[in-house]
């Protein structure tokens, strides 16, 4: 998908609501990742700084932290600001929803691997996923739960630390 694809996908994924914090976040992403194809090196730089001094700015304003380096996918929802921290390593699947709070980073600074977040999996407010740790798809993440063990397909996750236990709704 090109740049505007994505962002038209993104705006959907929001409802269609131009003033949601979280969709300038991800309008902001989808920029810094679109620059990385600019071949030109004359180009590419200005294009670098204007990225970084929209991401600062977007930082300041809505509190998420959302660096072009995280890979995610299609219809990505922020459904509530403030205070989200979305590590460079992370990497995100399809459909995936956070809330305000949530932490997605490393477990340790000596290694740099973040979580590997599957398709469809919601992840509730102020829950923490730290480390080389893989969540499955179709998978509900509780709120302020502490994830740092695998999440398997179809299950959830709740508690600190979080225990992981089947969906019931799971097909």
């Given amino acids: 998908m090109t740049m ?16 949601a914090q979280g969709f300038w976040a991800l309008v902001v992403y989808r920029f810094g990742r679109w620059r990385y194809g ?6 590419r730089k200005p294009l670098s700084v204007l990225y970084r001094v ?13 660096p072009c380096e ?13 205070g989200i921290v979305i590590s460079g390593y992370a990497r995100f699947g399809d459909n995936c929803r956070i809330r305000n709070g949530v932490v997605v980073g490393l477990s340790r600074v000596e290694d740099p691997i973040a979580p590997v977040i599957g398709n469809n999996v919601d992840i509730g407010t102020g829950a923490t996923l730290l480390g080389r740790i893989t969540i499955g798809d179709n998978v509900l993440i509780g709120a302020n739960a502490v994830v740092v063990r695998d999440v398997p397909a179809n299950h959830i996750a709740v508690g600190v ?5 089947p969906r019931r709704d799971a097909t």
């Fill in 4 to 19: 505007f694809e994505n962002i038209r996908a993104d705006l959907r994924a929001h409802g269609g609501h131009w003033g």
């Fill in 161 to 165: 630390p979080a225990q992981v236990k």
């Fill in 54 to 66: 929209a991401y600062k700015l977007v930082q300041i304003l809505t509190g998420i932290e959302l």
């Fill in 70 to 82: 995280a890979v995610i996918g299609r219809n990505f929802v922020i459904d509530h600001f403030g």
């Fill in 38 to 43: 600019i071949r030109s090196p004359w180009l």
